[in-house]
């Protein structure tokens, strides 16, 4: 005899198709090697001692006493949610009584089986009662007295199987609604045909005596049996081991039992024989004293018992706490994980109103707490509330706006003065837009003279030493426009000037007009215009990046002017990323300031495809897939009229995870669409109706992790909710 602990992880995530295949691979198994079996499902209250113990290990371990009060409230949720016992683990056995199944038979299961032994929580002396085992102690005297701090045990056993079943029904649904510990033994035993046959005329005998109620529904299985010859048959017998320590609970427990199996099988007490049935749960091949059982199943039918091994789950303890699981089929504390130098770049999506900026603020503060340093750029001035829950300690806070603000876009942020070039043509397309209707589009020459201008700009300063370190010593854009002016005296004399990527050679006297064109508008603008005092000074923006937590609020900044703000504060950001790596996460909100412009989404997912290397994530937030890849078949109706797709989409497919909030219908199927066996239909649904009701209300979520996604409530700390709702 051999005895596997398997698992089928996940089932319930896989279309229709995948889970046929299964299906098939398990008919093929019981054709093939088995001959008798027995399946054991042990259906426990999780315990979360071990997890309650990690985070509180790791609350401890921080020094920061504000930082350490938010684990510790999170420590006494984990220690209420166990008293509760509404999380459920479960393991799964299979008992080969013939030594006939190896592990290469179980290479359907998710995770190969492993040799292993099933222990019942119900060790010690027992005394069978008329309708249970009681759990017994022998005094000093040799009399026995109850044990009430052990289980009492009752089983229940079916005698005849209804209809067909699925996966789900009704063995998960009963795992997932066990209110208490429970095992669920399936017995299956290969029958030879003669003794089919054998069977059909015993169980005719038995109709002719009419002292057996049920011999013509046994008679009517057999003669069934034997009109399929394709097919092994197989007797099955399902029993059900309920535990509680009240023999009151137990039997209600039973009782409902009993009911709720009613549609897929015929249920008995096993009045009298409770002892007898208990050994089902063992290693036992043949347990005495057992009533009969039918043979009333094809090979067909044991295999769907395959589906339901996929329900429960080991807990994570590591990580940052994301909220409880609100799934029927697992429920458990959520946790992303971020794992050393893996990437864990992440989206987070979701309509206004439905949590998503409570969420990701309570996310950062989680990532704060655990050493990772968090720079939130957002646009609504939400931050100011992360600002307070951080009680201002280890925070900096950068409110953006043309009155406090300077912006030098002439600041080095690249080593390459090639790709530093590209960097302030970009800006100045921004900055030479001031109604920002459309970002300015150079020609040849003008991108000839900008450049030209730029290198006669940074001549004088050392490029290591000088600007990449210290940024009051840029010159600003009034030098930039002296420069224009003598890059047109310089090439008005000569007589042609070629690029190679020019379609058509230029003449020095385009360049030179273009240069003084430039010159002069910049000038008017932002050298002596009203916005000379934002533009034409050394930046004092703070990204320096010295605080574990850094915050850009840039709900001052007109609407127009955001992709500008945006794009410079990134650049200076992941400069620094560069310069000094460590652990840390960026979080852009509303994406779609920089989808307006293809350059800036360009530049965001080299940082997405880079920063990794520097110990750095990207976490990006908007409404839905609209700012990353636009509205398919409808590109004028884009938010993201100058959307880079090409780079968004390279965006989605490396994050390593989603957290998406409630979202029209529509945007949630084009989740599903981009997400197959990941994000699935019923995902979507679940996201439609997000706010119409208690259980889609506020704060739910579907989170996309590893390959599958969950359905999760972002559960706040009593911290995080004091200073975080209302955002």
């Not at 026995?144 to 209809?163: G, H």
């Not at 994530?617 to 938010?639: H, K, R, W």
Request: glycine fraction near 6%; proline fraction near 4%; include cysteine.
């Amino acid at each position: 005899m051999r005895v596997f602990q398997v698992t089928l992880p996940h089932f319930y995530q896989i279309d229709n198709q995948d889970q046929a295949a299964v299906i098939s691979q398990m008919v093929s198994l019981f054709a093939g090697p088995v001959q008798h079996c027995r399946f054991l499902t042990f259906i426990m209250p999780a315990s979360l001692e071990r997890l309650e113990r990690e985070r509180r290990r790791l609350a401890m371990g921080i020094s920061d006493d504000w930082a350490r009060r938010g684990l510790m409230e999170e420590v006494r949720m984990i220690g209420e949610w166990a008293s509760r016992g509404q999380m459920r683990k479960t393991r799964h056995y299979l008992v080969d009584f013939n030594d006939a199944i190896n592990t290469s038979d179980l290479a359907h299961w998710r995770v190969v089986g492993e040799e292993s032994y099933p222990q019942l929580p119900i060790p010690g002396d027992y005394a069978e009662q008329h309708d249970h085992m009681a759990p017994v102690l022998k005094k000093k005297d040799g009399r026995w007295q109850p044990d009430n701090s052990r289980y009492r045990y009752a089983v229940l056993a079916s005698y005849q199987l209804t209809r067909t079943w699925d996966w789900r029904h009704p063995l998960a649904q009963m795992i997932t609604a066990a209110d208490g510990p429970m095992v669920i033994c399936i017995d299956v035993r290969k029958v030879h045909p003669e003794r089919v046959t054998a069977s059909a005329e015993f169980w005719q005998g038995i109709v002719f005596n009419g002292q057996d109620r049920n011999a013509a529904i046994a008679r009517e299985e057999a003669e069934t049996a034997l009109q399929v010859r394709d097919e092994a048959v197989h007797q099955v017998r399902v029993l059900f081991m309920l535990l509680d320590k009240s023999a009151a609970s137990l039997r209600t427990r039973l009782d409902s039992l009993r009911k709720t199996s009613t549609q897929y099988m015929k249920v008995d007490r096993m009045l009298g024989y409770q002892a007898a049935a208990s050994r089902m749960f063992g290693p036992t091949a043949k347990p005495s004293g057992m009533p009969a059982g039918h043979f009333n199943t094809l090979s067909r039918a044991p295999a769907v018992f395959a589906g339901m091994w996929g329900v429960g789950r080991e807990q994570n303890h590591q990580g940052f706490y994301v909220g409880i699981s609100v799934d029927e089929v697992a429920p458990h504390v959520y946790y992303l994980d971020w794992q050393g130098n893996d990437p864990f770049h992440g989206i987070i999506l979701g309509r206004t109103g439905k949590g998503k900026t409570v969420g990701v603020q309570a996310l950062a503060w989680r990532m704060a707490e655990q050493d990772i340093q968090v720079v939130l750029l957002e646009p609504q001035g939400h931050s100011r509330r992360l600002l307070q829950l951080a009680g201002g300690k280890d925070v900096s806070y950068s409110q953006l706006s043309y009155a406090t603000t300077k912006l030098n876009i002439l600041d080095v942020v690249y080593e390459n003065p090639t790709d530093q070039y590209d960097h302030v043509l970009t800006l100045l397309g921004l900055l030479l837009d001031p109604l920002g209707n459309n970002p300015r589009r150079f020609s040849n020459a003008e991108i000839a003279a900008v450049r030209r201008a730029l290198q006669l700009t940074y001549a004088r300063y050392d490029w290591e030493a000088e600007l990449l370190a210290d940024q009051t010593l840029t010159p600003t854009l009034e030098t930039l426009c002296r420069k224009l002016v003598q890059v047109a005296e310089q090439v008005a004399a000569a007589p042609v000037l070629t690029m190679a990527d020019a379609l058509a050679p230029m003449t020095g006297s385009q360049v030179a007009t273009a240069a003084a064109d430039l010159a002069e508008e910049i000038e008017s603008l932002y050298v002596y215009g009203d916005y000379a005092a934002t533009f034409n000074v050394p930046t004092n923006l703070d990204l320096t990046l010295k605080e574990r937590i850094v915050l850009f609020d840039f709900s001052q900044v007109p609407e127009r002017r955001r992709p500008l703000f945006y794009y410079a504060t990134l650049a200076g950001i992941n400069h620094q990323v560069r310069r000094k790596p460590r652990k840390r996460a960026i979080i852009v909100d509303e994406v779609h300031y920089m989808s307006q412009e293809a350059s800036l989404m360009t530049f965001l997912a080299n940082m997405v495809k880079t920063v990794r290397t520097f110990g750095a994530a990207v976490i990006m937030i908007d409404q839905d897939l609209e700012a990353f890849v636009g509205v398919e078949g409808a590109p004028a109706e884009s938010m993201a009229t100058g959307l880079n797709i090409t780079a968004g989409q390279f965006m989605l497919n490396n994050v390593t995870w989603l957290i998406i909030f409630g979202m029209k219908r529509g945007a949630a199927y084009r989740l599903v669409h981009h997400y197959k066996d990941e994000i699935l239909p019923s995902h979507a649904e679940f996201l439609a109706r997000m706010g119409s009701d208690d259980r889609h209300g506020k704060g739910m979520a579907v989170v996309r992790a590893n390959g599958k996604a969950d359905m999760v409530y972002l559960q706040l700390r009593p911290i995080e909710a004091e200073y975080l709702l209302g955002s």
